[in-house]
């Protein structure tokens, strides 16, 4: 990129067009800017340093003789290096009222993201297709971002009618909005299940019963591994009642996903070897 060095005189060019006429009117930052001048050129400026016109004196060199202690400066500072007004380089934090809501929607409602989202967008514009008057959409299901944008829709409302709604009000009633949709939504799942099952339908287990179970599962059967590493340990401690061929277990680790078959077999043994 080529480096821009007239930013620093663009009042003295744009006053020269003025006069001449190539301007007609003065820009809005004309007056602002001739009263307040900027006082630091910020044009970065490469720096050509001839290695054959340096002087060998090392005072006389680039590098400068500090005068209190006497000692020549041979390298550049991390001052030195710093890069003036960094300020204006630096990327802004864009902040948006949106996810200031979606932060306090989620914090209060944590079990909202066990619910799954459809996070594919054929266009990325779905949500110019919403009419948010109403927090019911037909292409899209009752979430969260609901309750955001309901909440800007309601403000915005509020100010071409007239009536100032806070952030607060407005967030609560599009919360209370969302409560009341939500018990209703999960009234007609409930009631369409009852007539399901009264047509005949079986519903074994729900999808909570089935992960515990599934997850009870692993539990017991590393229970019965860790009391398998008790009975070890005791062994080499000399503690107990359990024989000496206790090394017939297998001395590797076991795993918890080890099939229910060579849990027994194991079993099997160490209940025989304490019988005995």
Not at 66 to 79: E, F, L, P, V
Not at 144 to 167: A, P
Request: with cysteine; hydrophobic share 30%; aromatic share 8%.
């Amino acid at each position: 990129m080529k480096i821009q060095r007239g930013a620093g005189t663009v009042l003295e060019r744009t006053s020269h067009y003025l006069k001449v006429g190539v301007l007609r009117q003065k820009p809005a930052w004309f007056d602002i800017v001739g009263a307040h001048p900027p006082h630091v050129d910020l044009t970065k400026k490469a720096k050509v340093i001839e290695t054959q016109a340096q002087k060998q004196d090392p005072s006389q060199s680039l590098f400068h003789r500090d005068d209190i202690s006497g000692i020549h400066k041979t390298r550049s500072s991390a001052q030195d290096r710093s890069q003036k007004n960094n300020s204006i380089s630096r990327i802004p934090k864009l902040e948006f009222l949106e996810d200031q809501l979606r932060d306090v929607f989620y914090h209060q409602h944590p079990w909202e993201f066990s619910r799954p989202k459809t996070l594919i967008e054929s266009s990325g514009e779905d949500n110019k297709k919403c009419n948010w008057s109403t927090m019911l959409q037909f292409n899209k299901p009752l979430d969260g971002e609901s309750v955001v944008q309901r909440t800007i829709w309601l403000l915005e409302e509020s100010k071409t009618k007239g009536e100032e709604l806070t952030l607060f009000e407005a967030y609560d009633m599009s919360r209370f909005e969302f409560y009341r949709l939500r018990m209703q939504e999960e009234m007609n799942s409930t009631v369409s299940k009852e007539e399901s099952s009264m047509y005949g339908a079986v519903y074994p287990s729900t999808h909570m019963e089935w992960g515990l179970k599934q997850e009870q599962t692993h539990i017991d059967s590393w229970a019965k591994i860790a009391s398998e590493r008790t009975l070890r340990a005791q062994a080499s401690m000399g503690k107990g009642n359990v024989v000496t061929d206790i090394h017939e277990i297998k001395q590797d680790e076991e795993s918890i996903w080890e099939s229910s078959f060579e849990i027994s077999e194991t079993v099997e043994k160490v209940e025989k070897a304490e019988t005995k």
